[in-house]
């Protein structure tokens, strides 16, 4: 066993593995889990901002939904896993964090290749929040590439189980690079713009929100979008969108735990509208960060005191 | 730093981490590698059998390629990856391994959200041979399941990079459970049969030899069997291969370094032919484990006495 962790070891970054939180700088897992050799995992990431969870319970549903497709069960309950992320937290003394909750296939017995005879592992950690965009670069907004790689379809791996199947993603990334821009939305076969590294995207046309409808991680900052256009009676749509309606749309925003409602500014290297980010994005903006206040959507962590 | 590892607890099992030769039952991986949480890696495996390894520099090419197409580098050089491959098989003092050597993006800077800025890491371990079906399975044969569920399509993820977005296969194998069959070939979406759990597949016909041409990993076992075709006068074709003609096969069998060449006498819950291992892929099984002997196939691991 290793020695009892020191408090102040903890500060800045907890992960929580085989039983024991540690500090993330020396959070590792057995090279051998299936969870990384086979990415057979699902996992969710949640926020804390200015001391309390966002819409942590229904972070905690998609991640148990995805356990059970994925065939997977834990030694914990849901309130266990709850109170471990808010430990991971407390511990590692971050106000604004982003908590990433983990389940893996885990270690296979030896010489077996059947995932049914894995105990699957648990994982969480809590590190400082994570910007796609930071504050700063919001106010530019950015300069989203639509991407020749197609999102891994839906008949492939469902999307709604959060997955780290990222490598269309990744490839995403370096075209963007390559062409001038900061990120990228992937399309499918057919044309139609799907997600990107880490968010959902909305298109602003004539006064009206569209979003993908299918092919897509159902993210809860998307969700969160939806019911703020029906609080603030700004029609929302989800149906399949076009490349082309991306590019001629008068605003585009990109949505993400990892930031929240982030403004696209330019497409393909063409501005939209005037270049800056427009007033229904900033109307969203505004209202998602104020919802952080209201007690229907948020847990406060009950730090500790040193 | 870690205590010096004795050579004793290396043995059955050894991995290199960190610059270090370990136990594999305590490599571990950092949490925070991309190579996990976007799978973000690329790998290959190579196996030892009776103290040489085979193909090896055929897996050391294709390894350096993916990294390559993944716009990945490490401070090792070909023969130094070498190196470290021969070392763990030495230290575990296994004459019949399992070796699989690993780059993952790497550990981002703290923040970050760009693959540019990470350093890229390699890991590698040798374990014991790893059968798919082990030998005496293999004289019955496997029952194989045409899955419903799309193998990840090449426009989406270069299957020539092996890479492990395994979700789609894993939800093959489940499916081929629940229908009692013992593993699984995911087809894409024309009904094309494409490759499963760790394998690719070859149909025979009326004595000649047809497997996928596209959307697969160029196996090393199957490129060993498209070259056992001509040193035997067997006609090999790479085409499409529809679902329909694998269940019309004479017949048919899987080959993966996990195992080599293994008989499949049932798809679908109906027996081929006679439901017994067919003559061409009893001859290839046997041309195979020769090549094995061939000094152009192996390279001898210079075990140390102890």
Known sequence: MNPPVSRSALKGGTAYI??????????????????????D????VVHVWQGSFF??????NRFLRGMQQLHMTLPHNRDRIREILF??????????????????RGVPTAGSRDPRHCINRFYAFAVPFVWIADPERQKEG??????????????????????YHWLDLVAGLYEAYSRGGETAILSDREGNAIEGPGFNIFVVKKGKLTTPGRGVLEGITRRTV????????????????????VRQA??????STAGGIMPVTKVDSRLLGDGKPGPITSQLHKQYWSLHQDSRYVSPVPYVSE
């Open 41 to 44: 995992s699902t996992y969710d």
């Open 55 to 60: 819409r942590l319970d229904d972070h905690l």
């Open 18 to 39: 085989d039983e024991q939180f540690v500090p993330i700088s020396e959070a590792r897992i057995p090279i051998l889990d299936w969870g990384f050799l086979r990415s």
């Open 226 to 245: 939806i019911e703020m256009g029906q609080m603030l009676n700004i029609p929302v749509e989800t149906r399949n969108v076009s490349a082309e309606e």
């Open 87 to 104: 430990e991971c937290v407390k511990l590692s003394g971050l106000h604004d964090a982003y908590v990433e909750m983990i389940c893996t």
């Open 250 to 255: 008068d605003e585009v925003f990109i949505t």
């Open 142 to 163: 950015l300069h989203l590439i639509i991407s020749h790689v197609h999102r891994i379809p839906e008949t492939s791996v469902d999307p709604t189980i959060k997955n």
